[in-house]
């Protein structure tokens, strides 16, 4: 059980970092470039690894529309903006913004897979709101100033919902592999015509440290790191592993204060208590006894 609990906090540890070495990336890299960059060596990770992998890989007709849109909208529009709002919006609030992903997906399945949506669910998501606020302000209620960068951190947001609604929908049809795989060649595939055209000007760097930085991230973030997380979620309560995932703002405060010497403010001390609160209590669920 330790184990088990040590290698899920790696993963969280590894996914609250990806927005600090996000933030690094983007000064080196322009995001529509970097995006293409990043799901070439994901696809040339997972082709290698499906090689050793004996599940079903193939698709149905039926579910090559739900693939397409989930490469679209779930990977190449989810890493997209993802890197153009860390151009200027700060990693820490992107992190505890991304926090709120587990709430909207339950916004969404109950609209669209008849999910229950719970009275707690609907006081989870207002104390979170509130965090948001009060991150996103500062503390200061007297000004508010949104960052264009965190709109497109809103937008990820968004995408990262509808992508856990469409693999949720696949996964009853095709291997974890199989929906992996597909979805993340398709991404590849459209952002190659976008990079060249998008990103004025267009910057690539000729830095071996920056591109190790940028293959590592994108082989330890979206591949072995979800391996593990899979591997070893089935070893503890789901109750737990969650409140494990909701510490991802506090690793990316942690880890900006320590590589990028960012200060952590009291303001995001609390809007992020108030945030993560109102994630677990939205997603917390009670063991029923038989």
């Known amino acids: ?7 899920l906090t790696f993963c969280v540890v590894v996914w609250g970092s990806n927005f600090v070495f996000g933030k690094i990336l983007v000064v080196h890299f322009s995001p529509t470039m970097l995006t293409m960059l990043r799901l070439l060596f994901i696809v040339l990770f997972l082709m290698g690894l499906s090689t050793f992998n004996k599940g079903k890989k193939s698709i149905n007709r039926s579910d090559l529309v739900s693939i397409l849109i989930l490469g679209v909208v779930g990977v190449f529009i989810n890493q997209w903006t993802f890197f153009k709002g860390l151009e200027t919006a ?16 339950g916004i969404l399945a109950a609209l669209f897979l008849k999910e229950k949506f719970t009275m707690r669910m609907l006081v989870g998501s207002i104390v979170a709101i509130v965090g948001i606020f009060f991150v996103v302000t500062k503390g200061t209620f007297s000004s508010i100033h949104v960052d264009k960068g965190l709109l497109w951190i ?8 509808v992508m856990i609604i469409m693999t949720r929908l696949l996964s009853t049809r095709m291997s974890p592999m199989a929906i ?3 979805s993340n060649i398709v991404g590849l ?6 990079a060249f055209t998008i990103d004025t000007p267009l910057r690539i760097s000729s830095t071996i440290s920056d591109w190790a930085l940028l293959i590592v991230t994108a082989v330890v973030v979206h591949g072995i790191a979800n391996l593990i997380w899979n591997n070893y979620i089935r070893y503890v309560d789901a109750s737990k592993a969650s409140i494990l995932s909701n510490l991802e703002p ?10 990028l010497l960012k200060p952590i403010t009291g303001a995001e001390i609390v809007g992020s208590l108030f945030i993560v609160g109102g994630v677990i209590l939205s997603t917390y669920q009670r063991k029923v006894s038989k």
């Open 189 to 194: 595939i459209v952002s190659i015509p976008f």
């Open 1 to 7: 059980m330790l184990k088990a609990y040590s290698w």
């Open 180 to 182: 992996t795989l597909y």
């Open 250 to 259: 506090f690793v990316a405060m942690l880890m900006g204060f320590i590589i």
């Open 154 to 161: 809103v937008l990820t947001m968004i995408t990262f919902a």
């Open 90 to 105: 700060d990693p820490t609030t992107s992190a505890l913004i991304l926090a709120t992903t587990p709430i909207l997906t």
